[in-house]
């Protein structure tokens, strides 16, 4: 089975300063998710060309150039406990590879060393200026996956929050932006917002392990929308942290974050995102 679901994510800035932002919030996410043996180990993170790509969209228009980027997660407490149970050590790393050619950008998950080609989460991405997310089909997607295709819209503001993810200075209707004036987020905030910009993400998940497949499909497009939720309510919290930043800026925090994630990943204890 292969599920299609559209995440639409509105947020108050401007598609240049969410190309900073989204980065930038990475990186510092990527540190909170480290540790213990656990967490994100940055295997490459360099230009691209159209021609190394050699990818299309859905219309048959290639991949620009941009950067790429693997990365391995060690997921292990990050996964449900009937996962863990089944699988076999070393099975719990997942490889993640992506092409970022801005606003466009594809990122394609997979778990190469034991589900192979039975597990692949692919996640594509649209930034949109000055949009509310009511662009019909900004993925070109043919007919038929455009009718399996369910939208999902995500109000960083108004959405439920778990306990365990909830954070008071990462609450859009607390946090006011010294060096923007944006926020804090009202009920209504969408119809006043200027600048305003639109992120349509749309993840395709296929998993096949007979007995469980519809539980973990179930619990990935779940992750999906809570980790979609909590990183763009950070993105916006963490406005004064990336306002000003240049992209110079950018590629120098992640080196710095490589070394970082390393030294956490082997000294460090278990910390971040756990399952449900």
């Known amino acids: 089975m292969v599920l299609i679901k559209e995440f639409r994510i509105v947020l108050p800035m401007t598609v240049e300063e969410y190309q900073v932002a989204q980065l930038y919030s990475v990186a510092e996410a990527s540190k909170n998710e480290t ?12 230009p691209y060309t159209q021609e190394e790509c050699g990818q299309s969209m859905y219309d048959g228009t290639q991949i620009k150039d941009g950067q790429y980027t693997h990365k391995i ?18 099975s719990l790393e997942v490889h993640e590879k992506a092409w970022n050619a801005y606003p466009f950008c594809r990122t394609v998950v997979t778990n190469p060393d034991y589900m192979r080609e039975n597990f692949e989460i692919k ?12 662009l019909e089909n900004v993925h070109k997607l043919p007919p038929e996956l455009l009718a399996k295709r369910e939208v999902i819209r995500i109000d960083i503001a108004n959405d439920p929050v778990g306990n365990k993810d909830y954070k008071r200075e990462e609450d859009p209707k607390l946090f006011h932006s010294e060096k923007t004036g944006r926020g804090p987020l009202t009920n209504d905030w969408k119809k006043a917002a200027r600048p305003v910009m639109c992120a349509y993400k749309l993840v395709t998940v296929k998993f096949k392990w007979f007995g469980l497949q519809n539980r973990v499909e179930k619990f990935i497009q779940t992750g999906e929308r809570r980790i979609f939720t909590n990183f763009h309510r950070q993105v916006f919290c963490w406005i004064d942290k990336w306002y000003g930043l240049s992209m110079e800026d950018i590629r120098a925090i992640e080196e710095k974050t490589k070394k970082e994630l390393d030294k956490k990943r082997q000294d460090g204890e278990v910390c971040g995102t756990t399952a449900d």
Do not use: C, Q, T, Y
């Not at 997660?73 to 070393?90: D, E, N, Q, T």
């Open 35 to 46: 540790g213990g043996g656990e967490g994100i180990e940055v295997i490459h993170n360099e």
């Open 73 to 90: 997660f060690h997921l292990a407490s990050k996964v449900p406990a009937f996962i863990r149970w089944l699988a076999p050590k070393g």
């Open 123 to 134: 996640i594509e991405s649209w930034h949109i200026a000055d949009d509310m997310g009511e």
